[in-house]
């Protein structure tokens, strides 16, 4: 099934506009096979056939083209408008503005614009729509539109509110909701989801990115999913050739922390949580963070972390610390690591349980904001624990 099959119900909701645009075609079909095509500069009308061109409109090649309401013509060399829409039954050139739609049955090659829709089997230029702007084979150029953007194959980029579906893309998607192409040979951005087979390139999404085969970076809010993918940044990455461990581990705090770690063979996302047995009522302990691996070899790494903690109560006062940590590590066993290392901490807390924490480790500088009661400091630390992997 192709990715104009999969669209048809999105089609159907488009048929007011193509249904007039069919009867036009209808209307003037008897016309063309047996009638020879003319040369007319200029067509001047209201709809079909009520125009300077008259009956033969569907067989004029105009370089400018005004209607009312509707236009037909065999090719539009220059400006064409018309307050509903137009169609052009072979090849136009220049600019097609319409209220509603613009139809090109075979090659566009300039600029369309639309307060709907436009459609054209192939495109060699820019096309604007309120709604939708669909090519049918290739495009060369860019589309951009309210709603979404359909094409088989791009060589450009394409802007949409909602969605962009392609097929190939030589260029970048960018859309507010969802971008969905069979390969990217640049980048894809979306605000919720990226859909992909084969990335040379990144895919950078609000929450989630899906690819088979990733040649760059991953990025996403929360969620990466792939076949391979060495460069993934997010909080879960689910990578077939990729690492995944559940951690156990421990700090000067006395807080015990289990994590769950998930990425490629270079980079991987962190979540945490634990309990603080220092503490008598901020215990619930939560992290989040990225990580890299560096100077691999088969028994062992280095582990590089950034990440942010909280120790809770759930009730008054806060605890928040950013770290930079820094773990060596060591395999014993092909699924068994064990690492230990130290960390550079920025806490910021207005609790008297986050002060006494605070002077665990190894304070390098501490400060208040005059216009809180938060006190931040900067202090050295270390973690110790293990990590099975899996």
Not at 249 to 259: F, H, P, Q, V, Y
Not at 355 to 360: G, K, Q, R
């Amino acid at each position: 099934m192709n990715i104009l099959q999969r669209l048809n119900p999105f089609l159907a909701f488009q048929s007011i506009g193509l249904k007039a645009s069919i009867f036009l075609l209808l209307l003037t079909h008897h016309l063309v096979a047996n009638a020879q095509y003319h040369s007319s500069k200029i067509n001047i009308g209201i709809i079909y056939p009520l125009s300077s061109n008259g009956r033969n409109a569907p067989l004029d090649s105009n370089d400018l083209s005004i209607n009312l309401l509707a236009g037909v013509s065999a090719v539009e060399r220059g400006l064409s408008f018309a307050g509903i829409t137009n169609v052009v039954r072979y090849n136009a050139y220049g600019a097609q503005l319409a209220g509603f739609s613009n139809h090109i049955l075979k090659k566009s090659k300039g600029a369309l614009f639309a307060g709907f829709v436009n459609t054209y089997a192939e495109g060699d230029g820019i096309a604007f729509a309120g709604f939708s702007n669909i090519a049918y084979v290739n495009l060369k150029g860019a589309q951009f539109a309210g709603f979404t953007n359909v094409a088989k194959n791009v060589t450009g980029l394409q802007f949409a509110g909602f969605g962009n579906i392609s097929g190939k893309v030589k260029g970048t998607q960018f859309s507010g909701f969802i971008n969905k192409a069979s390969a990217i040979s640049d980048s894809q951005f979306a605000g919720f989801i990226n859909i992909a087979k084969d990335i040379n390139g990144s895919q950078f999404a609000g929450f989630i990115n899906v690819a088979k085969k990733v040649r760059g970076t991953q990025i996403a809010g929360f969620v990466n999913i792939a076949e391979e993918s060495d460069c993934p940044i997010g909080l879960l990455n689910f990578i077939k050739n990729g690492e995944k461990s559940i951690g156990v581990s421990i700090d000067e705090n006395e807080t015990a922390m289990l994590t769950f770690r998930s990425g490629g063979k270079t980079l991987y996302g962190i979540l945490a949580a634990g309990y603080n047995f220092k503490n008598e009522a901020e215990v619930y302990a939560f992290e989040a963070g990225f990580g890299a691996h560096f100077f691999q070899s088969r028994s062992f790494r280095i582990n590089t972390e950034l990440t942010a903690s909280t120790v809770e109560s759930f009730k008054d006062g806060e605890y928040f610390r950013a770290s930079f940590k820094l773990f060596p590590a060591i395999k014993l066993f092909k699924r068994l690591e064990i690492f230990a290392g130290p960390s550079l901490s920025f806490t910021s807390t207005n609790t008297l349980e986050g002060l006494a924490l605070n002077a665990n480790g190894k304070n390098i500088s501490t400060w208040q904001n005059i216009w809180s009661d938060y006190i931040q400091s900067l202090a050295l630390g270390y973690s110790v624990g293990l990590h099975v992997l899996f």
